[in-house]
């Protein structure tokens, strides 16, 4: 007779183990560790369908009455879908729920604030909440059991963190809690073809809390990113079963909640172009071309060690771009401090920014400002020659269209850029020196 062999579980970290122990090796919590639930195989039959008989018609996905969501989701929320919605506290997470909630059939569940805080919140942003139907139950057991019920359109749970199972071992909020309740809500999603919209809170270093399994079990992780002291908001996927993952939506917090942006030039500021050390690009963010400034100060020390510091572009690029200014351009910076800032709290991720980002570093080391009306496109190589980016001939016409009569880029995108139908000059150079020397 085979002996019945028994697993131990953390239930903070979810970690298994063979036999009981006081503290966790994983996590180093005390007292975590209890006896699993045996698992029961339950013989099940499932059909086999022939892949050319599937259909499915791409109009079918739910949209809400925020066009930047719908845009962020692929086009709108598809049916069964889980989507995960992570931010910063405040940020705006529930305010954005509460929007989405307010043009379906939804149930809004909150473990976090009573109905009448929601009753409040509604009111404030001006939504009558005829549709949404809310109730502070987190047990996954009965939330499948009300879904039943009611038969909502989207179902909406602030946050998954209150989200728990009886049968589950672990404090609400522990690892083993939040993972077997999401994969419970996900199997009750695709069953009943009801879209799935969780909120989640995220650690110190940026990640969603709980497990990184969380991620894997939903179809959709959207990040709620902007800045507290910023009226601006972007709400950008990370990962998308149904769409792509590079596109983005813009929101600016208002005393009446979200509202959309449709202003590429927000994050221009126009009173600061006769001022030193401002450069201005465009960024290519999914399918819309956005116009970022870049702000510089260069400023002597004394000390050994000057100081880099970016704010909304990454600092190792800015520290190799510095390097190529220095040996390339034959610009002295290693007696002088340098601070870059993305205006707008805007965050660039791509290299099409370097051009713009060396440019307001000479402005400011000169004292020179850039004359208005110039836009900057261009990738910098360490061997400090430009290189081409991609869709040129967009980042141009959208320059064009904000007021821009020079556009200075690569070389080899001069070609392609020529046939923009843009009024103004298009400068093409091979190497950051001649575009200093051709501004300066």
């Given at each position: 007779m085979t002996k019945k062999r028994t697993s131990y579980i953390c239930t903070a970290c979810g970690n298994e183990y063979n036999k009981w122990l006081g503290k966790c090796p994983a996590c180093g919590?005390?007292?975590?560790?209890?006896?699993?639930?045996?698992?029961?195989?339950?013989?099940?039959?499932?059909?086999?369908?022939?892949?050319?008989?599937?259909?499915?018609?791409g109009h079918e996905r739910i949209s809400t009455a925020i066009d930047e969501y719908n845009l962020v989701c692929g086009g709108g929320m598809v049916p069964g879908s889980?989507?995960?919605?992570?931010?910063?506290?405040?940020?705006g997470k529930s305010t954005l729920a509460l929007q989405i909630a307010a043009s379906l059939k939804t149930v809004y569940l909150s473990g976090e604030e009573s109905p009448i805080q929601i009753k409040q919140r509604s009111e404030?942003?001006?939504?009558?909440?005829?549709?949404?139907?809310?109730?502070?139950?987190?047990?996954?057991?009965?939330?499948i059991h009300m879904i039943e019920n009611e038969k909502p359109e989207c179902v909406i749970v602030d946050s998954v963190q209150t989200l728990y199972?009886?049968?589950?071992?672990?404090?609400?909020?522990?690892?083993?809690?939040?993972?077997?309740?999401?994969?419970?809500?996900?199997?009750?999603?695709?069953?009943?073809?009801?879209?799935?919209?969780l909120i989640g809170h995220i650690t110190k270093d940026g990640?969603?809390?709980?497990?990184?399994?969380?991620?894997?079990?939903?179809d959709t992780v959207l990040y709620f990113e902007g800045d507290f002291s910023k009226e601006f908001r972007i709400l950008r996927a990370f990962k998308n079963r149904f769409g792509?993952?590079?596109e983005i939506g813009l929101f600016a917090m208002t005393?009446?909640?979200?509202?959309?942006?449709?202003d590429k030039n927000i994050f221009i500021n126009p009173f600061s172009s006769d001022a030193p050390g401002n450069a201005v690009s465009a960024a290519l963010e999914g399918s819309r071309i956005l116009l970022f400034e870049v702000q510089s100060l260069v400023t002597w020390t004394s000390f050994t060690n000057p100081r880099r510091m970016a704010d909304g572009f990454d600092l190792n690029r800015l520290t190799l771009i510095i390097a190529v200014l220095e040996k390339h351009a034959q610009l002295k910076l290693s007696n002088f401090d340098v601070f870059i800032n993305v205006a707008g709290g805007f965050q660039i991720d791509e290299p099409s920014a370097d051009l713009a980002v060396a440019m307001a570093i000479t402005s400011s080391l000169k004292n020179k400002p850039i004359p208005s009306g110039i836009g900057f496109i261009a990738e910098i190589s360490l061997s400090g020659e430009l290189r081409p980016t991609s869709q040129c001939q967009r980042r141009v016409l959208d320059l064009g269209r904000s007021g821009f009569h020079t556009v200075i880029l690569s070389q080899k995108n001069y070609t392609e850029a020529?046939?923009?139908?843009?009024?103004?000059?298009?400068?093409?150079l091979d190497t950051i020196a001649k575009a200093i020397e051709y501004i300066f």
């Open positions: 919590e005390w007292n975590s560790i209890v006896e699993a639930a045996p698992n029961v195989k339950k013989e099940t039959t499932h059909e086999v369908i022939p892949l050319a008989e599937v259909h499915f018609n889980v989507i995960l919605i992570g931010g910063e506290p405040g940020i404030r942003l001006g939504i009558n909440g005829e549709s949404i139907h809310v109730s502070t139950n987190t047990n996954v057991d009965s939330i199972l009886s049968d589950v071992p672990g404090l609400i909020g522990s690892v083993s809690q939040i993972k077997e309740s999401t994969s419970r809500i996900a199997e009750i999603a695709k069953k009943k073809n009801i879209p799935f919209i990640s969603i809390a709980g497990p990184k399994q969380l991620e894997h079990l939903v792509s993952i590079n005393e009446k909640g979200l509202k959309e942006v449709k020529k046939q923009a139908t843009f009024s103004g000059d298009i400068v093409g």
